[in-house]
């Protein structure tokens, strides 16, 4: 008994305080939201980059094809990208909005650029957070390709009291952490009323791909379904921008932690919004969400 009124009383604080922290973080970091375009169709498909998704595109490109389609980060390196046209895209990693015209340590984000430029012939929604608006990538694709429509999102992360969070969470002024941008990705389409929501593509599997070498640095080697294994190298992660510092291994685990209650908290919205998701992805590491076959 006592250790149950602790317990809630410790709860209740954490959420006081958590909510305190929320509201203040809204203040400074949130502008007025942006309203979400409407939905197209009642059924969406988001993919992720995983390896499974090559089962996919090979096995399953016709129910893609008959539902409303969302890509996120890379996926424009694929040659699926020019034949599936994906109406909407999202891209919340902070490291595409530092990205410049001087830059050289990632052509991948340069090659992204690119594509958008000179290969979308579609109207497409590219969602990105506030505040990427000055930044080179997006300044470079507003003046490069009239086709791409720009959606700027508040990505303050909500935690706290559960009728707080998810207040902010409908009226587009904080969001929950997005580790991953299918967090991000799927924390959209549920604001956008979709009746169902198909993931694919979702492996989450980094901690297979995670080694620690002789000098005891982190590496790991981020692998996407549009590349083979053997080209991609195991590299360290690094824990700050200048890359003079790796990150332990703790630091790794608890980064997937936050990834996998990234779902969970997912999840909760998504009930209260009425809106179905399922784990289509022929392999995956997500227990929170509802997993279902594609036949």
Sequence with gaps: MIERVYQSVAQFLNDLIESILTGLRVLLQSRWPQPLPARQQAVCSVLGNGPSLSDTLQNHLAFLQQTELVCVNNFAHSPYFAQLRPRNYVIVDPNYF??????????????????????????????????????????????????????????????????????????????????????????????????????????????????????????????????????????????????????????QFLSLHKAFRGYEVLRGYANSMGVRIFNASSKSYIDSLERVKIT
């Design 98 to 251: 530092v990205f410049n015209e001087l830059s050289t340590d990632r052509p991948d984000i340069r090659q992204t650029i690119d594509t958008f430029r000179t290969v979308i012939n579609w109207p497409m929604l590219l969602y990105v957070p506030r505040f990427a608006r000055d930044s080179y990538v997006i300044q470079t694709i507003r003046a490069g390709n009239p086709n791409i429509q720009i959606v700027f999102i508040n990505y303050s992360v909500a935690r706290g009291f559960r009728w707080l969070r998810h207040w902010l969470y409908r009226t587009g002024w904080g969001m929950m952490q997005s580790q991953t941008v299918i967090v991000a990705a799927l924390f959209l389409m549920i604001n956008r009323r979709f009746d169902a929501i198909y993931l694919f593509g979702a492996d989450q599997s980094w901690h297979e791909q995670i080694r620690l070498n002789d000098g005891n640095q982190v590496l790991m080697q981020q692998l996407h379904f549009y590349e083979q294994a053997n080209d991609v190298a195991y590299h360290p992660i690094y824990s700050d921008k200048h890359r003079t510092k790796t990150d332990s291994m703790a630091a």
